[in-house]
């Protein structure tokens, strides 16, 4: 027999396509995992071709044991996309064509890249060699994330068809995620003999050429707008997980957590070109989660934590129960035994509010020990305290500001008027500063150079030795001009956003002041301290204090 006989022959599409899976959930799930994962599948999966699928009834089953009853029915009209997502993306380099069912192998796929294990297990692109591999990585799972989710055929036009600024491989736009697999089993395709001194090649493969497009570069569907909210709804009640804060903490904050729901789909709303979209696009989706949300869809970890987290749960006596005592199980196991100290509600400060914040904020910024430090409201104004506080700031701060728009926006989504602005201050001087809006639209703009490269971009105007205008303002690096201006006299506050090359903004948003808070974070707090078992839902770049 050959050194080589126990490598498989990959000659043909479904070869080829088998091997990729195998590879992949051996490179990037744990023999435990992939045990507990095979017991969930087929204790709530149905028989289909001779295996275990799942449907969509399946999967909200599933995932309700861990979802607060508040939550149930966004669950359900989330189901569908979770569904279509899962489908899609595990059936990676062909999540663009998508159309087996979903079984034990496609789960195993989809799951690796909700969790982003992939980043650094099996990194794609595999042959990255550029300055910002994180930023490479956000890109891709943007990529794939988006085509995974849309549904909706839609005419091609210049609103709906955006393609990315950066194209992979020119002589190959459409076959991207093919050659980004094919290297990724070409570099298995061999075994280390005699103590890794000689290298043997298993059977050619099958080439690029010879298979089947995967259409990567196909941008032309819609993400329904429903089922959208409703993802989002789900990642933001789970957005605080790193804090130690579950879901059923967001939950019960009711019309808190739907009005930033409606934030931050209003930022998805406004980034199309058409008043009233059929549904979100390539070019919306993209530019909002790139800039606004890079985190937000961090939080499905939490949502899809029971398939590979068994919790102390023996998968031979969870084979068992029944589907009612196995569900039941999983409830109880993923039930909050610890109180998390949650910061002190201010003024502005709230859970929703700090869930927001945390969808753009450095994930390693300590969130639950937020602290509010001043609050401002009313005639009690004083900026000059606050703008003391700012500059002699040895800790990362964060200035919000709220009130009601001078002339109230007329769309139905806005009609209440209320705003809230505020400005991140980092202390590392590698960092970059942000101005923001939180409500009712949410958006963010960077700074385009480090806190270190910057000159200090908070200016003050004082009278006597009290501050009557505080104004920050940064360039981001398209060159927009944000400005953000509060006035102690007056009570006003604004908002604004100038384009390069324009001369009117093109946001502009007066408001009258009515409260200003500062609220601060324990400077050099890089770590989370929760117990052994939040390991799993940490990116590697997070140390955990066991």
Not at 131 to 141: A, D, G, I, V
Not at 215 to 237: H, M, N
Not at 454 to 464: C, G, K, P, W, Y
Not at 508 to 515: D, Q, S, T
């Amino acid at each position: 027999m050959s050194s080589t006989d126990s490598l498989p022959q990959i000659d043909t599409v479904d070869r080829f396509r088998q091997r990729f899976k195998d590879l992949f959930k051996g490179h990037c799930l744990s023999l435990g995992e992939l045990k507990w994962l095979r017991t969930v599948f087929e204790k709530f999966g149905s028989s289909c071709d001779q295996s275990i699928c799942w449907d969509i009834s399946d999967l909200i089953e599933f995932l309700s044991a861990t979802t607060p009853e508040e939550l149930r029915l966004v669950l359900t009209a989330a189901g569908p996309l979770l569904y279509r997502c899962m489908v899609c993306l595990g059936s990676f380099p062909y999540h663009n064509v998508a159309a087996r069912p979903l079984d034990f192998d496609t789960a195993c796929v989809a799951l690796i890249i909700l969790l982003r294990r992939n980043d650094s297990h099996a990194r794609f692109p595999p042959d990255y060699s550029g300055t910002n591999l994180e930023e490479e990585l956000n890109e891709w799972h943007r990529i794939v994330l988006f085509q995974s989710m849309s549904s909706i055929n839609t005419s091609r036009n210049d609103d709906c068809s955006f393609q990315p600024d950066r194209e992979y491989v020119e002589d190959l736009p459409h076959n991207e995620h093919i050659r980004q697999a094919h290297t990724f089993l070409a570099c298995s395709n061999s075994r280390r003999l005699h103590g890794g001194k000689t290298v043997v090649t298993g059977p050619p493969m099958i080439s690029v050429s010879q298979l089947p497009s995967s259409q990567s570069r196909s941008f032309d569907r819609l993400i329904p707008k429903d089922e959208f909210r409703a993802i989002l709804k789900l990642s933001i009640a789970n957005q605080l997980y790193l804090s130690g804060n579950g879901p059923e903490v967001l939950a019960l904050s009711g019309a808190a957590l739907d009005n930033s729901t409606e934030n931050i789909f209003n930022a998805f709303i406004e980034a199309h070109r058409i008043p009233t979209p059929t549904g979100i696009c390539w070019k919306a989706f993209d530019k909002v989660n790139k800039t606004s949300t890079p985190h937000i869809f961090l939080a499905l970890v939490r949502l899809i934590a029971p398939f590979v987290l068994d919790k102390g749960l023996s998968p031979e006596q969870f084979q068992t129960l029944t589907r009612a005592e196995a569900l039941s199980e999983v409830r109880k196991a993923f039930a909050v035994s610890v109180e998390y100290a949650a910061p002190k509600p201010g003024s502005i400060l709230n859970l929703s509010i700090l869930a927001q914040l945390a969808t753009f904020l450095p994930v390693q910024l300590p969130l639950e020990i937020a602290s509010v430090l001043v609050t401002k409201k009313g005639n009690d104004l004083d900026l000059l305290a606050i703008e003391r506080s700012i500059c002699s700031r040895s800790q990362p701060l964060l200035l919000l500001a709220s009130g009601y728009l001078k002339e109230t926006i007329s769309t139905a989504a806005h009609n209440n008027g209320h705003v809230c602005f505020g400005v991140y201050f980092p202390d590392n001087p590698r960092h970059y500063a942000c101005l923001f809006e939180l409500e009712p639209i949410h958006r963010v703009f960077w700074s385009g150079l480090a806190n270190e490269q910057q000159a200090e971009f908070l200016h003050v105007t004082s009278d006597d030795g009290n501050a009557s205008v505080v104004k920050a303002e940064i360039r981001t690096p398209d060159g927009e001009l944000i400005r953000f201006i509060l006035e102690e006299g007056l009570g006003n506050g604004l908002f604004s956003v100038q384009e390069t090359g324009q001369d009117n903004a093109a946001i502009l948003r007066a408001f009258n002041l009515e409260v200003v808070e500062l609220i601060g974070f324990p400077s050099g707090v890089t770590t989370l301290d929760l117990p052994m078992d939040y390991t799993f839902y940490v990116r590697e770049d997070i140390v955990i204090n066991g």
